[in-house]
Nanobody, 124 residues
Framework: VQLQASGGGLVQAGASLRLSCAAS????????MGWFRQAPGKDREFVATISWNGANKDYADSVKGRFAISRDNAKNTVYLQMNSLKPEDTAVYYC??????????????????WGQGTLVTVSS
């Protein structure tokens, strides 16, 4: 099982970036996918999650209206479109995959597989 995140970089405040996460898991089309981030000196925090068919999405309050999660099950890929970036969005962004009932998928412990992370740096 491998999750490969990409698309990070250094941008100025107000810019946009799109992160991608390619998953090599057989059950991708039935997995819940999520994005988390970890800023220096801080705990990993939830950013967004999307259901197996894309019908249900949820976002952290801090990114609502600016970020959008989507997925392409034919390509085993999940995306995070990030607009109107702020310096406080600076972090390593991780994608994750999980499955199962009775999980909210809003916390990292609800996910089974993790990518290696991609660094997003937003300058002011």
């Amino acid at each position: 099982v491998q999750l490969q995140a990409s698309g990070g970089g250094l941008v100025q405040a107000g810019a946009s970036l799109r992160l991608s996460c390619a998953a090599s898991i057989d059950t991708f089309s039935s997995a819940v996918m999520g994005w988390f981030r970890q800023a220096p000196g801080k705990d990993r925090e939830f950013v967004a999650t999307i259901s197996w068919n894309g019908a249900n999405k949820d976002y952290a309050d801090s990114v609502k209206g600016r970020f959008a999660i989507s997925r392409d099950n034919a390509k085993n890929t999940v995306y995070l479109q990030m607009n109107s970036l702020k310096p406080e969005d600076t972090a390593v962004y991780y994608c994750a995959a999980g499955s199962g009932l009775s999980r909210s998928f809003l916390v990292s412990s609800d996910y089974d597989y993790w990518g290696q992370g991609t660094l997003v740096t937003v300058s002011s």
